[in-house]
């Protein structure tokens, strides 16, 4: 694979030598069977600049710092993200108690939830914010492999979630079971998991727009 990567790069650069129109060179590589995003990687490595040879852009790159910020920033969204649940599980738990689950512990747990948002969700819009105003400066670090295995795994997370928890309403509506505490809770989990998958949806999306 990557010899053919390289075989695809050193084709192109030859062809924009050569003076060849990038329509011509995207459309011949298309009838040779290269994917749309293989040839559009491989084209956009150049800059459609006014100059005898082809100006390479900037390519991105990893860095411990990189994958340090973002390995801390989605660790924190994890966390945030997991505790808003529980202390709303647990809210809606002193709210319509069930006579058959003790409660014990049950203070304890919110104020656990409590702390872990405090630390955690601040650090999380710190990271946001800082690595918001890099991508700002230097929009080719949208294109950061570790970026964007992170947010890809977020998606399946958030995805495998509303999956589970869609499948979990049905099972009860089918079992006439449902009560208003476990509802509140499938719409607790639904809501978070569809804020997290929707936003960092469209944040990939723009990542798309701006390589």
């Known amino acids: 694979m990557a010899g053919g990567t390289q075989e695809l790069e050193s084709f192109v650069r030859e062809a924009l030598v050569r003076g060849c129109p990038r329509q011509d060179v995207a459309r011949v590589l298309a009838d040779a069977g290269w994917t749309a995003e293989q040839i559009r990687g491989a084209l956009s490595a150049y800059a459609e600049v006014a100059f005898p040879v082809p100006v390479p852009r900037p390519r991105p790159y990893l860095s411990a710092r990189e994958a340090f910020l973002y390995l801390v920033l989605f660790t924190t969204l994890y966390l945030s993200a997991y505790h808003l649940g529980n202390l709303l599980f647990e809210l809606v738990n002193r709210a319509f108690p069930d006579p058959a689950v003790s409660d014990y512990g049950l203070a304890q747990r919110i104020r656990w939830s409590v702390a872990s948002i405090v630390i955690a969700f601040p650090v999380f819009l710190l ?34 979630v509303l999956i589970v928890d869609l499948t979990t ?43």
């Open 127 to 160: 990271l946001s914010a800082k690595i918001g105003r890099e991508l700002a400066h230097e929009p080719v670090k949208r294109l950061s492999a570790v970026r964007r295995w992170l947010t890809y795994l977020t998606l399946f997370v958030a995805a495998i």
């Open 169 to 211: 309403l049905v099972d009860r509506v089918l079992g006439g079971e449902l009560t208003v505490r476990f509802v509140l809770k499938v719409l607790i989990a639904g809501a978070i998991a569809g804020t997290v998958f929707g936003y960092y949806l469209r944040d990939l999306r723009r990542d798309e727009r701006t390589a």
